[in-house]
T-cell receptor
């Protein structure tokens, strides 16, 4: 099955700085890559996703980039705010089941005011 | 709209005991998922239902875990007998997905935190 690795496991930034979280995947057939945010004690929520036919996608302060050749994708958060503090999970879904998510191990982002 | 509901929210049992979790998905969502989230890890898909049929259960430890979605709505996940390593949060999610190759957001429930002593 698919194997998704996520780095770093923890990330601490100053408010206003940018944060980058990186993921790699093993199955070249994977073609859907969502990112979920999980605040402490709460349920995961989708923040952005990207499909394999797109190299980059932006939504306000959040962007995701995908390099299919290298099999890696990244989440970029600009102008970080304290409310961005949470655990972020990347995931990959195989080409025969776009809803079978393989999640990374998570990145705990701490934005210091 | 109402979100995904799960119960109980917390459960503490002794090893070798049995436990069951219940999930009610968002109305109209055909696909339901059960995930296991061990502390410090990402969610791991255990089973995926589309309506009342199983789409994928390749990561479900079938010797002790079972799940059903008899009428294509609510679902139950059971562990019998429980082991210490089953301590985790069990998340239920649902999506509108009508096919395996359609993209749809998965909406998660609040989870059930299971502690096995």
């Amino acid at each position: 099955g698919e194997n998704v690795e996520q780095h770093p496991s923890t990330l601490s930034v100053q408010e206003g700085d940018s944060a980058v979280i990186k993921c790699t995947y093993s199955d070249s057939a994977s073609n859907y890559f969502p990112w979920y945010k999980q605040e402490l004690g709460k349920r995961p929520q989708l923040i952005i996703d990207i499909r394999s036919n797109v190299g980059e996608k932006k939504d306000q302060r959040i962007a995701v980039t995908l390099n299919k050749t290298a099999k890696h994708f990244s989440l970029h958060i600009t102008e970080t705010q304290p409310e961005d503090s949470a655990v972020y999970f990347c995931a990959a879904a195989p080409g025969d089941n776009f809803n079978k998510f393989y999640f990374g191990s998570g990145t705990k982002l701490n934005v210091k005011p | 709209e109402a979100g995904v509901a799960q119960s109980p929210r917390y459960k503490i049992i002794e090893k070798r005991q049995s436990v069951a979790f219940w999930c009610n998905p968002i109305s109209g969502h055909a696909t339901l998922y059960w995930y296991q989230q061990i502390l410090g890890q990402g969610p791991k898909l255990l089973i995926q239902f589309q309506n009342n049929g199983v789409v994928d259960d390749s990561q479900l430890p079938k010797d002790r875990f079972s799940a059903e979605r008899l009428k294509g709505v609510d679902s139950t996940l059971k562990i019998q007998p429980a082991k210490l390593e089953d301590s985790a949060v069990y998340l239920c999610a649902s999506s509108f997905t009508q096919g395996l190759t359609s993209y749809n957001e998965q909406f998660f429930g609040p989870g059930t935190r299971l502690t096995v002593l």
